[in-house]
């Protein structure tokens, strides 16, 4: 029980790394918060609501988001899109991770190897 | 500077979650910290000792390393290895590497179709 603890925590830290990237990434076009969970998930990654709107909001207050509240339906919807500044820390984030894949890519081959 | 720090404390993130999967990988075989540490650097991953040496002790604590000390060149040196257990997470750690990898490169080549 405590061993699958520690590998949920391991897996988290795993994923938590890889968000703001995949955040940036899907936010070239505006989208509100439920909007966007829906599109990671639909991709493979899970992030709740608990995790994903304080993160929005932590970002736009860095200068990576920008966001305006929109009326539809007849309910207020805060609209999220990458800001200029969050292009360019999405395209230095882009080439870390790029790095990081060749990196691992290497690191497990030479351990199949083994 | 402010905005450069955001930068590197995302790719701080970004690396962080691999540095487990990359240290259980490449201690199949025994290591002491230093030679670890080296052999991590050589593949492009670079790890302070400070970040390191706890994260070892923090690895074997939980079951996931084992280390015995050796005496070399006069000098006694910790080495450590993979534990049984530890093989069973590195097995499900790459199966969830795998899966991120496959969505940030799905995430990450619809960006670029924008």
Not at 45 to 53: A, R, S
Not at 86 to 113: K, N, Y
């Amino acid at each position: 029980m405590e061993q699958d603890q520690h590998i949920d925590n391991l897996v988290q830290e795993l994923r938590r790394g890889v968000i703001v990237l995949a955040i940036l990434s899907q936010l070239q076009e505006e989208q509100y918060g439920y909007s966007a969970m829906k599109q990671l998930a639909d991709q493979g990654l899970n992030i709740d609501q608990g995790t994903l709107y304080p993160l929005l909001r932590r970002l736009e207050s860095q200068d990576l988001l920008e966001s305006k509240w929109r009326l539809e339906d007849s309910r207020p919807r805060r609209y999220y899109v990458i800001s200029p500044h969050g292009r360019q820390v999405l395209h230095s984030l882009q080439q870390e991770w790029s790095q990081i894949v060749a990196t691992m890519d290497t690191l497990l081959s030479e351990q199949e190897r083994k």
